[in-house]
């Protein structure tokens, strides 16, 4: 995903609405990637245009000064166009008990986009306490209010400092959890102000670049929001704005010092897309119609190639279960020890710009053929390690698990089965949830050894009474366990469960739910003496995720203190050994980021253990090797 700064601006001029069939291209290493204009203003007309822009009128109230102590009162009379060019004019002039005006309008509705270029060029007013801006906001906010949906800032400046300009993402919690991360960049002779100067933007599913007139400074790939797993917030639609404020939060108020009236002057607005071809991909092992023996390993390959960029992943599934992913030549992934059943493989590719392809289904035997309970990923889950909710047997209603509504209301995967099935929310994957009474899951498992265990339950409930069991084989092992109300079914929780005695070799593994309902998302299972990867979370401490997982050099933790503390990181692998770790300084209150260094790590799955001095919480992520 790392590109070179070689960029070339647009070769055309777009007028009107008329977007003409020109392209610009970005040489990186051994690819050629073009983008095609698919939105413009070039500003040719007299007015501003209806069809692409709207105002934001007022003062923002209720959130009274847009949230940030601005001073300005937002009118439709301060945007003008002449020359082909947009003027927004801060003026010092009462108006609706206000002092000052100017104007701030957007592209919600009329231009809203996922990923690809956007150009402004423009020129910038100057004077202590302005504010101009060019940003993008999601025109729905799915993950949650600000910052939890994200905001991408393509330029800001501080009119006190007219020679630098800022790019930033806001993201992680709604506010007051929110935090954010970016750059600047400085004109190396003169100032913002007196000439016209292209920022643009460049946003990738996994990377998003700020270049001020093709000049890249600044290149980001870890944020995240606590509501859905990375590449989110930055994976929906955003739409444009423009706007002058005058005082607030950024570069504080006017003085006697400020001149009115001033402007920011936009020669143009443009948003282009990546043109590129899909890759390819071919699922060369198995072929359809292939049987193995029970207890054979069922060894997937795949031939995956990308004419006008490169590989990213090749991801290995069986139905709609991630077997393996894969990040370089050759792309393969293995399960040992194959259950009997009937299966659905196949393989998926991304490239470095998020487009995919998917191979063709290969229906593969293990056995005699079909039977009526097989694990959904062709093999048991081993324990110690971790069990994924949605992952259950594969044989259906009454026989691997009891769901009593019919019908699956869920947005995540087995969409023909009765369980609601949905994404985790804040943590990675998906999760079962609407887990009522009387209602059970199954597994098959093989416990490695005969020893005492310790499941971490990734839980979450609304209710006041939620409570299970978990049975082995129909022996009951925990009695009933009671669930903590965490709000609701996907605002996560870690619950220890200690004590679990079993045998080694095959269980059916069943979840039953005792009473009140819940949300699953994953158990993780250590013997009993090995290293804690848990506590029950405290108070004064949240864990907000992990970034990006899967992992490869490093990990970043996210975190938000209620005090001031020492942390330390610990990631554990399956058998409980601490494999990596990191310890800071005392930190204070608010949300933090620590990077843990996983170069040294073989590819796997592995738990881990946040802690302070009073606290902890774990999660789970996945290493994989490019």
């Known amino acids: 995903m790392i590109r070179p700064n070689m960029w070339f601006s647009s070769p055309c001029k777009i007028a009107g609405a008329l977007l003409i069939a020109c392209a610009m291209t970005a040489s990186t290493a051994g690819a050629q990637i073009s983008w095609e204009p698919v939105w413009a203003d070039e500003f040719d007309g007299d007015a501003v245009d209806p069809a ?67 150009e402004v060029s423009a020129k910038m007013p100057t004077g202590q306490g302005l504010w101009p801006a060019i940003w993008m906001m999601p025109t729905e906010s799915v993950y949650g209010g600000w910052a939890a949906s994200g905001e ?60 001020v007139d093709d000049s890249l400074y600044q290149t980001q790939r870890s944020w995240f929001t606590a509501n859905a ?93 991630l077997i393996g992913v894969a990040r370089q030549i050759p792309y393969s992934a293995s399960v040992e020890n194959v259950s009997q059943g009937c299966y659905k493989l196949r393989a998926r590719v991304t490239d470095n710009v998020g487009r995919t392809a998917v191979t063709p289904i290969a229906d593969v035997t293990v056995g005699g053929g079909c039977a009526d309970r097989s694990p959904y990923l062709m093999a048991p889950a081993t324990i110690p390690g971790i069990v994924e909710a949605e992952h259950f047997d594969i044989g259906g209603n009454g026989v691997t698990y009891r769901d009593l509504t019919a019908g699956n209301i869920g947005d995540g995967i087995r969409q023909s089965d009765d369980v609601d099935v949905f994404t985790a929310g804040s943590d990675v994957g998906y999760a079962v949830t609407r887990i009522a009474r009387g209602e059970w899951l199954e597994y098959t498992v093989n416990v490695k050894e005969t020893a005492v265990y310790s499941a971490i339950v990734r839980i979450g409930s609304p209710a006041l009474s939620a409570s299970f069991r978990l049975e082995f084989n129909g022996v009951d092992k925990t009695g009933t366990v009671s669930v903590p109300t965490t709000g609701g079914e996907r605002t996560w929780t870690n619950l220890v469960v200690p004590g679990i005695e079993l045998e080694a070799g095959l269980h059916t ?86 990077a843990v260094d996983t170069r040294s790590l073989p590819a796997g799955v592995y738990a881990y253990r946040i802690a302070t001095t009073t606290a902890s919480s774990q999660g789970v992520m996945t290493v994989v090797k490019r």
């Not at 795949?302 to 006008?308: K, L, M």
Request: aromatic share 12%; proline share 6%.
């Open 52 to 118: 692409r822009w709207s105002f934001q009128i007022g003062d923002g109230c209720p959130n009274c000064g847009w949230g940030n102590g601005e001073l300005q009162y937002y009118r439709e009379e301060n945007a003008t166009v002449s020359g082909g060019v947009l003027v927004i004019t801060a003026r010092e002039e009462n108006f609706g008990g206000y002092a000052y005006t100017s104007a701030r309008m957007r592209t919600i509705n009329k231009g809203d986009w996922l990923y690809g270029r956007v």
């Open 152 to 211: 991408i800032d393509i330029m800001e400046l501080r009119g006190n400092e007219p020679s630098v300009v800022y790019g930033t993402l806001h993201y992680g919690g709604s506010f007051p959890n929110n935090t954010g991360s970016g750059d600047s960049y400085r004109l190396p002779a003169g100032d913002f102000s007196q000439a016209f100067h292209e920022f643009a933007l460049e946003w990738d599913p996994w990377e998003i670049r700020w270049f």
């Open 229 to 321: 797993s990375y590449p989110a917030p930055f994976d929906q639609l955003f739409h444009l704005i423009l706007n002058v404020a005058v005082g607030g939060n950024f570069g504080g108020d006017p003085d006697a010092s400020t001149v009115f009236p001033q402007t920011m002057e936009i020669d143009y607005a443009r948003v282009f897309r990546a043109v590129n071809a899909d890759p390819s991909i071919t699922l060369t092992a198995p072929s359809d119609g292939t049987n193995y023996n029970v207890s054979d390993t069922a060894v997937l390959t795949a031939e995956a190639t990308d004419a006008d960029g490169q590989v990213d992943k090749v991801e290995f599934f069986q139905d709609e279960g």
């Open 509 to 594: 593994m069943r979840i039953a739910t005792s009473t009140g309902a819940f949300g699953l998302n994953r158990i993780l299972f250590q013997k009993t003496g090995s290293v804690s990867v848990d506590e029950t979370p405290k108070t004064s401490f949240r864990l907000m995720g992990s970034y990006p997982n899967p992992a490869s050099d490093r990990v970043t933790v996210a975190f938000e203190l209620d005090a001031s503390s020492r942390i330390t990181i610990a990631i554990v692998d399956m058998l409980g050994r601490v494999v990596a770790n990191r310890a800071t300084a005392p930190l204070p209150p608010g949300p933090h980021r620590v």
